[in-house]
T-cell receptor
Framework: NAGVMQNPRHLVRRRGQEARLRCSPM?????VYWYRQLPEEGLKFMVY????????ESGMPKERFSAEFPKEGPSILRIQQVVRGDSAAYFC?????????????FGPGTRLTVT | DQQVKQNSPSLSVQEGRISILNCDYT??????FLWYKKYPAEGPTFLIS?????DKNEDGRFTVFLNKSAKHLSLHIVPSQPGDSAVYFC?????????FGTGTRLQVFP
């Protein structure tokens, strides 16, 4: 039973480019969460999605960031016109249902570097 | 506004001794707490959790204690092993999200 998959593991973008981060949840999991970890900080919640729905995006920056979890395929976190401050590790987690939200299983993360 | 705080950024413990990692929180509405372990270049891995209706939960070498009146929890690892060397994050589950502390780096030396 494969765990949460994230790709790419490392992504380098120049300022102004777009970054697309992908997350495939564990088999049978329909809830996906994105967290960001800045250097020397803890993980910060960004967004919670269920298939085709955004449930909670209270942690998402208002501009340039968007997330989706389509009916088919992985969840995508998209960052437009990246800036140096977007450099961070982005982690995806998945859970099987809303009833047991504490069972969040994390992927290995995507490390985004903006040059 | 840091709602979950881990005030010790690092801890060094000898193999075989007890490791105690501490965590404080500010929001009395938090009712479920988790500890995660994280190795470099990997995602956090769930270790142990506790509900606010309990004051202690034990799983093998790991025990979590919760003091609701003090808004404080701690993770005890005994005996500590070199493989326990990692960053440990305390987290609170609030509505649908995890709120993490900044982590404590534990090093277990022989």
């Amino acid at each position: 039973n494969a765990g949460v998959m994230q790709n790419p593991r490392h992504l380098v973008r120049r300022r102004g480019q777009e970054a697309r981060l992908r997350c495939s949840p564990m088999k049978g999991h329909s809830h996906v969460y994105w967290y960001r970890q800045l250097p020397e900080e803890g993980l910060k919640f960004m967004v919670y999605l269920q298939k085709e729905n955004i449930i909670d995006e209270s942690g998402m920056p208002k501009e340039r960031f968007s997330a989706e979890f389509p009916k088919e395929g992985p969840s995508i976190l998209r960052i437009q016109q990246v800036v140096r401050g977007d450099s961070a590790a982005y982690f995806c987690a998945s859970s099987p249902s809303r009833a047991i939200l504490y069972e969040q299983y994390f992927g290995p993360g995507t490390r985004l570097t903006v040059t | 506004d840091q709602q979950v705080k881990q005030n010790s950024p690092s801890l060094s413990v000898q193999e075989g001794r007890i490791s105690i990692l501490n965590c404080d929180y500010t929001n009395s509405m938090f009712d479920y707490f988790l500890w995660y372990k994280k190795y470099p270049a990997e995602g956090p891995t769930f270790l142990i959790s506790i509900s606010s209706i309990k004051d202690k939960n034990e799983d093998g070498r790991f025990t979590v204690f919760l003091n609701k009146s003090a808004k404080h929890l701690s993770l005890h690892i005994v005996p500590s092993q070199p493989g326990d060397s990692a960053v440990y994050f305390c987290a609170a589950l609030y509505t649908d999200k995890l709120i993490f502390g900044t982590g404590t780096r534990l090093q277990v030396f022989p």
